[in-house]
């Protein structure tokens, strides 16, 4: 009775022992193959430079855009907040006759027909005659 674990029998073995005789009769190029291999490996190193190189430039050049990035976003929050501030102090008559101006420097003619002066609201208890 055959043995089971007799390697002759095993399809991996066997398959195994297929690969490496493929991959002697590949190595028997000789020079040619060796020619090959240490020009495939410059090549690889060659573009690994590169790759660090390109790499190091860009870095370097966002460090070095870094600051003029933070300058410009510096200025625009601090017009966002200057407009903000004219917004909150004007009230209503600033905000109607900016919005006026605003749309009459775009269309015909520039009018402006907010009143000035002092209002006061009445209660309803005080126009209702007291009994």
């Given at each position: 009775m055959p043995d089971p674990h007799d390697p002759r029998r095993n399809p991996a073995w066997q398959a195994a022992r297929e690969w490496q005789?493929?991959?002697r009769q590949s190595q028997?190029?000789?020079l040619l193959g060796s020619l090959k291999m240490l020009l495939a490996w410059l090549l690889f190193g060659a573009l690994m430079i590169v790759?660090?190189?390109l790499g190091l430039v860009?870095?370097?050049l966002g460090w070095a855009l870094m600051p003029l990035l933070r300058h410009r976003l510096k200025k625009r929050m601090e017009q966002m907040r200057a407009d903000q501030a004219q917004d909150v102090g004007g009230g209503f008559h600033y905000r109607e006759t900016h919005y006026r101006e605003s749309r009459s420097a775009q269309g015909t003619q520039r009018e402006q027909q907010v009143l000035?002066?002092?209002y006061e609201v009445k209660d309803e208890d005080e126009d209702k005659p007291r009994s």
């Open positions: 005789q493929r991959a028997s190029s000789g790759a660090l190189v860009f870095m370097l000035e002066g002092n």
